[in-house]
């Protein structure tokens, strides 16, 4: 029943409503009316929608901010670009450090040469020693007499031979005899050594022997002979001690001749 009462009650408002829009829009005048809350299932709420079509299409245009994302680009590029000129100078300053390393590398290179250079100094390849000087006597020929050769000369038993050094104030001598092959091995004095043997000669002594006229000067026999290494033996051992070995001549004596 309460139905029945309700149905014509809403056709009669609907009819109201109908009525007061028309009158609205023949006078341009927009009335407003008390709706119950039951018009929200009715048409008028259809016409709002329009409305809002319109501010959808005027939003496109203002969205066009989108040219801001592009100056946020550039500001970063520049940055970097002067992070490269900072680090050119870093690369720089490692070049300094090697250039101390060249100092320590001379001390290390000079103390191994300057040891070697003192033990060549002296004349001698050996050590110290006393000094021997050994060498041959020789009668010339009356065919060559007064000729330096020694051909057809026979060797000199019984001749001297001097030794004279002078490397003190008073001149040092030693004297040797030859043997039968006119050999002789002449001993220095104990005070000389072979670094002072530069000072020291060797010659003949004039011999009292019958078929001896007087010294040659052949090889110095005379005005003395320089002492030389011999190569071949250096050092000769006489009553256990070592003597280092030096060698003159060969000497000769001119001969007496009865022609």
């Known amino acids: 029943m309460a139905k029945t009462l309700l149905l014509p009650l809403q056709l009669s408002l609907l009819l ?7 009158a609205a829009e ?16 009715v048409s008028p709420a259809m016409a709002p929608s329009p409305h809002h079509h319109h501010h959808h299409h005027s939003h496109p245009p203002t969205s066009t901010p989108t040219p801001t ?9 520049y940055p970097p670009s002067h992070h490269h000129h900072h680090a050119h100078p870093p690369s720089k300053a490692p070049v300094h450090p090697p250039k101390s390393s060249h100092p320590p590398a001379h001390p290390p ?22 000094v021997a000087v050994q060498g041959v006597v020789f009668l010339k020929s009356c065919k ?13 038993a019984g001749a001297f031979v001097k030794l004279q050094c002078n490397n003190t104030a008073k001149p040092l001598t030693a004297q040797a005899q030859t043997d039968k092959n006119g050999y002789f091995l002449l001993l220095a004095p104990k005070t ?17 022997l019958p078929l001896v006229k007087k010294p040659s000067d052949l090889h110095g026999g005379v005005s003395g002979a320089i002492l030389k290494v011999d190569k071949k033996k250096p050092l000769v051992i006489v009553n ?12 000769a004596f001119e001969p007496k001749c009865y022609h």
Not at 16 to 22: D, G, L
Not at 144 to 156: F, G, W
């Open 16 to 22: 109201v409503t109908c009525f007061t829009v028309f």
């Open 26 to 41: 023949d006078e341009n005048i927009v009335s407003f009316v008390a709706m119950p809350p039951h018009h929200h299932s």
């Open 69 to 77: 994302p592009k100056p946020a680009t550039p500001p970063p590029a």
């Open 109 to 130: 290179a000079l103390p191994p040469h300057l040891p070697p250079t003192y033990p060549p100094k002296p004349s001698f390849p050996f050590p110290r020693k006393l």
């Open 144 to 156: 060559y007499a007064y000729n330096d050769t020694l051909s057809e000369a026979t060797s000199l």
């Open 192 to 208: 000389i050594t072979n670094y002072a043997i530069h000072k020291c000669k060797a010659s003949l002594v004039p011999s009292k």
């Open 240 to 251: 256990k001690v070592d003597y280092a070995l030096f060698t003159v001549g060969p000497f």
